[in-house]
């Protein structure tokens, strides 16, 4: 096959031609786009139990419980963790390996369905597999405006439904909107004067508000649908339920109670750049191309000036389309300088012909690997063009060995066909188990699926071999038709050919008076190498086992996004939180002048977003936490590198300064890493997090305190 292809060059440029264009129409058609690695390795599923009125004690007690002894001993299952707070009971329920989660959904539902002790107050439970790419937004809409918190809410369902006509964009959702809520309060004084109770309001709205199907009548005229249609939802509905009758006259809820149509009473309050905001969070889905929806949302956000009256102001925030662009330009990059330095090299030690057809098989090999990518179930991510980059620095290997011994065939005298056919077929058995090795040491990662880790590491293997057998290809049925067009040396006269054979020549002197000798030298006293090594080895270990050398599970890798966290005690209520966010959102507004892009003179924190009474952005209600976020400017758009992540954070929590109320205060830098504490030893310390499981008391909470 290396001689048919060598004598029918037509048909290795066909083969090549394909392959590329096979490549670019995978890239562009095939291959979708995404931030992160699909959740393949997320095996959950999801439960929430609402629980009208109850609180943390009453959800543990009346649905925690009951549903943890309920799957106890459920196949599938490896894990459940459980969170009960005021109204709402939630499960995570995390699936063994292997489980199909749709069927063990299925048996979590057969199995809560036959819980007959829940609180009548308790709603159907909502049993899902939850889709992960939602919860990981390519971008966000900030929508900011000195507004009630109704025109808000509805100017941002407005965005949400204006970026989802947009083409190519099929997922968005608000985020910091409160749900609506109609609540009856009783009057007093009015229920005295009826001989009314509590119990016959709850009675009336309970009777009176529902939608209930009745069955159906099979009749000569056909089949009649029988069904109950009085739910109420709006005020004047609820106004006109009938609590009492008699007599011909009615006592209409309304009468008797305040009915109010309003929001929901817990209320996490969110501010962006001092103004009430909510935002706008838009995902990928299916084939959609992270790059592609971030850019429409930043037109979209560009030329919202024209849509909505002035004072509201919309903002683009959190684009995890930066990290892909990054990651594209440096495989680009990377790319571009491998293949200049391999065509310098080997231009100079060899010929510039070998030189331009071996760097060809870069694009060519990469092509390959494109196209396979969707057989793979692999799309272009962060991980995916990572292993991209990391094949870059061998994929060019077995042209390299390929053609340097083309190259010494036709030095020695053989005509070029020949040439290309014979010193091809020499290194074939070599070339093929160095490629086949090296794709053996990759394939380990693929058997890392266990959780997110899992995900990421599992990218790489799918991309290096395609790209390393498609190298194969190309340097066995490619190169060698490209090669039997090179001259050799002694045809050629000019400058450049006596510039380069003095490259040559040193090389080959390097190699017979450096190279050679010391092979030798080394192969004659193999044992004493053998052991230098050992030894080399030995002492490496030693240096791990003294713990001179650090181990971090994931590397310190900086943010676009500074995070300051707070949690306060529980029983300071929601005015402690504000008052201390604010402060801290002070103290981010006070070290903006401090640090500027020297040359364009703008400051580098660019928008900060404000938390109060939730642990983060979208989060559930908690009124002793809170957090403040800024966002600074990507080092890629500076016109200098600036100032680490950690060093912005380290001089805002000096102006900050102690928080003597806190539980715990952090300032997160990083997206994977350490927290920026004032310990040293906390610095240097892995985060370690402990569980203590068991039935709610104040034993618990004592041993708890202890702990901490």
């Known amino acids: 096959m290396i001689r048919w292809f060598t004598n029918n060059g037509i048909a290795a440029n066909l083969l090549m031609i394909g392959i590329l264009l096979a490549g670019v129409y995978s890239a562009m058609f095939k291959v979708p786009l995404e931030v992160i690695p699909p959740d393949s390795g997320w095996k959950i599923v999801y439960m929430e139990v609402m629980y009208r009125g109850g609180t943390a004690k009453d959800v543990e007690k009346g649905v925690l419980l009951p549903v943890e002894r309920a799957l106890e001993g459920l196949n599938g299952i490896r894990e459940i963790n459980s969170d009960g707070m005021r109204g709402r009971a939630k499960f995570y329920i995390k699936a063994e390996k292997g489980t199909d989660l749709r069927e063990l959904r299925e048996n979590i539902r057969g199995r809560v369905d036959q819980i007959s002790t829940f609180p009548a107050e308790t709603e159907p439970p909502k049993i899902v597999i939850p889709n992960f790419s939602s919860f990981f937004p390519v971008i966000s809409i900030a929508v900011t405006g000195k507004l009630q918190e109704e025109e808000l809410r509805e100017i941002t369902h407005q965005v949400r439904d204006d970026i989802l006509e947009i083409d190519g964009i099929s997922q968005a959702s608000a985020q910091g909107d409160r749900s609506y809520e109609i609540s009856v309060e009783a009057k007093i004084p009015k229920l005295e004067s009826y001989n009314l109770g509590f119990r016959e309001l709850v009675d009336s709205i309970r009777r009176s508000s529902i939608d209930l199907p009745a069955g159906s009548i099979n009749s000569e005229s056909g089949r009649l649908i029988v069904r109950t249609r009085g739910q109420a939802y709006s005020k004047k509905e609820f106004e006109n339920i009938p609590v009492r009758a008699a007599n011909g006259a009615e006592v209409r809820l309304g009468e008797v109670a305040e009915i109010k149509d309003g929001f929901e009473e817990d209320k996490?309050?969110?501010?962006?750049?001092?103004?009430?905001?909510?935002?706008?969070?838009?995902?990928?889905?299916?084939k959609e191309s992270a790059i592609d929806i971030a850019d429409k949302v930043k037109e979209?956000?560009?030329?919202?000036?024209?849509?909505?009256?002035?004072?509201?102001?919309?903002?683009?925030?959190?684009?995890?389309?930066?990290?892909?662009?990054?990651?594209?330009?440096?495989?680009?990059?990377?790319?571009?300088?491998?293949?200049?330095?391999?065509?310098?090299?080997?231009?100079?030690?060899?010929?510039?012909?070998?030189?331009?057809?071996?760097?060809?098989?870069?694009?060519?090999?990469?092509?390959g690997g494109v196209i396979l990518m969707p057989f793979f179930g692999v799309t272009a991510n962060v991980m995916s063009l990572f292993g991209f980059i990391i094949v870059l620095g061998v994929v060019v290997d077995d042209a390299i060995v390929t053609g340097e011994n083309v190259y010494s065939k036709l030095q020695s005298g053989l005509n070029p066909v020949e040439a290309s056919i014979l010193g091809t077929k020499e290194v074939t058995v070599p070339v093929t188990f160095g490629i086949l090795t090296t794709i053996a040491a990759f394939i380990p990662l693929l058997y890392l699926n266990e959780g997110r880790f899992g995900d990421f590491a599992s990218q790489i293997p799918p991309i290096v071999a395609p790209v390393l057998l498609f190298s194969l290809i190309e340097s066995k049925l490619i190169l060698p038709s490209h090669l039997k067009h090179v001259k050799p040396r002694n045809?050629?006269?000019?400058?450049?050919?006596?510039?380069?054979?003095?490259?040559?020549?040193?090389?080959?002197?390097?190699?017979?008076k450096v190279y050679r000798p010391s092979l030798e030298i080394a192969v004659k006293w193999r044992i004493s190498v053998l052991a230098s090594f050992i030894a080399a080895a030995f002492i490496m270990a030693g240096v791990w086992s003294s713990g001179r050398i650090g181990f971090s599970g994931h590397p310190s890798v900086e943010s676009l996004k500074i995070a300051a966290s707070l949690n306060l005690p529980n029983d300071l209520g929601i005015e402690k939180t504000a008052s201390i966010i604010n402060k801290i959102e002070q103290a981010a507004y006070s070290i903006k002048d401090e640090f500027i892009d020297p040359k364009t003179g703008t400051t580098l924190i660019q928008n900060i977003a404000k938390v109060t009474g939730s642990y983060r952005l979208g989060g559930r209600y908690d009124e002793s936490r809170g957090q403040v976020i800024v966002e600074v400017t990507p080092p890629s758009i500076r016109s200098e590198p600036g100032p680490k992540n950690s060093e912005i954070a380290q001089r805002w929590k000096e102006v900050v300064g102690e928080i003597e109320e806190a539980d715990d205060f952090s300032i997160?830098?990083?997206?994977?890493?350490?927290?920026?504490?004032?310990?040293?030893?906390q610095k240097q310390s892995e985060p370690l997090e402990l569980e203590l499981r068991g039935p709610y008391s104040e034993k618990k909470n004592e041993i708890a305190q202890r702990i901490k």
């Not at 996490?268 to 299916?286: A, E, I, K, Q």
């Not at 024209?306 to 662009?325: N, V």
């Not at 293949?339 to 990469?366: D, E, T």
């Not at 990083?670 to 310990?679: K, L, M, P, Q, Y």
């Open 268 to 286: 996490v309050l969110t501010d962006f750049n001092g103004n009430p905001t909510m935002f706008v969070r838009v995902s990928r889905t299916g």
């Open 300 to 367: 979209y956000v560009e030329n919202s000036g024209e849509r909505f009256a002035e004072g509201i102001q919309l903002f683009t925030w959190d684009d995890k389309s930066l990290s892909m662009r990054g990651r594209l330009g440096t495989l680009v990059s990377s790319l571009l300088q491998g293949s200049i330095l391999v065509f310098i090299v080997l231009g100079l030690f060899l010929r510039p012909k070998v030189a331009l057809w071996v760097v060809i098989g870069i694009p060519v090999s990469f092509a």
């Open 491 to 512: 045809t050629e006269k000019g400058i450049f050919t006596r510039f380069q054979k003095s490259f040559a020549n040193g090389l080959e002197w390097f190699v017979d």
């Open 668 to 681: 997160q830098s990083e997206t994977f890493g350490r927290r920026n504490n004032d310990d040293d030893e």
